[in-house]
């Protein structure tokens, strides 16, 4: 079973870009499907963005045409890349990691956007 470490988060202005990163242990973590979810205080966690082994992303319409899902199957890490970033990106985002019937979250990354 893998495990899951987020970086890059932080504080940027209302237009900026992070780039967040999931690093994951264990020697199968191309055969997971790597998902990005984010939590605003007060409201339930909520799907952001998901890419395959293969590479196919999936992103949700808030953040279509904005963010980038990537990974390195060779670094054994995700990539989120945030652009146009809003202050309603503000949230915890946390990066999962999903196979079969397992389903493993990292601790998640703060990110705040200021207006």
């Known amino acids: 079973q893998v495990q899951l470490v987020e970086s890059g988060g932080g504080l940027v202005q209302a237009g900026g870009s992070l780039r967040l990163s999931c690093a994951a242990s264990?020697?199968?973590?191309?055969?997971?499907?790597i998902g990005w979810y984010r939590q605003a205080p007060g409201k339930q966690r909520e799907f952001v963005a998901a890419?395959?082994?293969?590479?196919?992303?999936n992103y949700a319409d808030s953040v279509k045409g904005r963010f980038t899902i990537s990974r390195d199957n060779s670094k054994n890490t995700g990539y989120l890349q945030m652009n146009s970033l809003k202050p309603e990106d503000t949230a915890v985002y946390y990066c999962?990691?999903?196979?079969?019937?397992?389903?493993?979250w990292g601790p998640g990354t703060q990110v705040t956007v200021s207006s």
């Open positions: 999962n990691a999903v196979r079969d019937s397992m389903r493993v």
């Open positions: 264990g020697s199968t973590f191309s055969t997971y499907v």
């Open positions: 890419i395959s082994g293969g590479g196919t992303p």
